[in-house]
């Protein structure tokens, strides 16, 4: 399969997806606390796709080799890299956690995002971990627009992260996004500039940095889906779904509750209404 290109329909379908995607993430965002489960977490998820009319994309989703993913998002916590199952663990003071949501709207278009949360108060390596990891999402984010290479994202991604002595996780990467979860592009989050696919509008994918304090390496848990650190050391995400324009991009997955962009950011093509 190639790189879809989407029309004027598929991006107003896109559009949605993405927008709702992210306002399941402004809903969790006030119950994500000390005490709650990551599997209550799932629960008010569920519930608020259904209340969307939206379906979630990861649950009963099995790629070749995988069993299939029993949650409807994705709960990373502290040294889980991505793909954390929703269960019985009790979210502490001072956790980070990742939530990933991946929603399908009724006219079947896929919408995908996450956002790190800061569980009461935490440390200060785990906070710097949750800000510079979301800075090197926009860095990368920045990156975009017709005529630049994918290699430019992930060079801007890994040149930030290791110049902090942080590592860019290898194994899992951005991906294309329309009427299937996982299209081409991959979009690597570490790389050469000027190097890979040219970017062209109507071009969707996802960018979403996966970081860790420690080393690069990860290991797969014996559930097929839970990958942690090698090292055990702290890993944090950011994920948005972004549109390439004529004259840069749009952030699709931006909603009234998205965190700031930062400061940095020049030229936003999109802004939270
Ligand atoms: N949402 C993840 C991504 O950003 C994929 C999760 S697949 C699952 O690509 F099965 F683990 F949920
Ligand atoms: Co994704
Ligand atoms: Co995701």
């Not at 840069?248 to 940095?264: H, K």
Request: one cysteine or more.
């Amino acid at each position: 399969m190639s790189i879809t290109i989407k029309d004027e329909a598929g991006v107003a379908g896109m559009r949605v997806a993405c927008r709702l995607a992210a306002e399941v993430l402004d809903f969790l965002t006030p119950h994500i606390q000390p005490g709650i489960t990551t599997l209550e977490i799932d629960r008010l998820a569920a519930d608020c796709m259904a209340r969307q009319g939206t379906r979630s994309a990861t649950i009963g989703y099995q790629p070749p080799g995988y069993p299939p993913y029993p949650g409807h998002l994705c709960t990373s916590v502290n040294h889980v890299v991505c793909h954390g199952i929703p269960g019985d663990k009790v979210l502490k003071k001072g956790d980070i956690v990742n939530v990933d949501v991946t929603v399908i709207t009724p006219e079947g278009w896929y919408g995908d995002t996450s956002r790190m949360f800061e569980v009461g108060d935490c440390s200060i390596a785990a906070r710097r971990l949750c800000q510079l990891t979301y800075d090197s999402m926009w860095l990368g984010i920045e990156q975009v627009r017709a005529g630049a290479h994918l290699g430019d994202i992930g060079h801007a991604i890994q040149t930030f992260v290791e110049g902090h002595g942080l590592s860019v996780v290898r194994e899992f990467c951005g991906h294309g996004i329309g009427q299937n979860f996982h299209e081409e592009p991959q979009v690597l989050h570490y790389g050469q500039a000027g190097t890979g696919v040219e970017l062209e509008p109507g071009m969707i994918f996802t960018i979403e940095p996966m970081v860790n304090i420690g080393r690069r390496e990860i290991k797969e848990m014996p559930d097929g889906w839970t990958i942690v650190t090698k090292d055990r050391s702290l890993s944090a995400q950011w994920e948005h779904t972004i549109l390439v324009t004529p004259g840069g991009y749009e952030v699709l997955t931006l909603s009234e509750g998205s965190p700031a962009v930062p400061d940095f950011v020049q030229g936003m093509a999109h802004t939270p209404a």
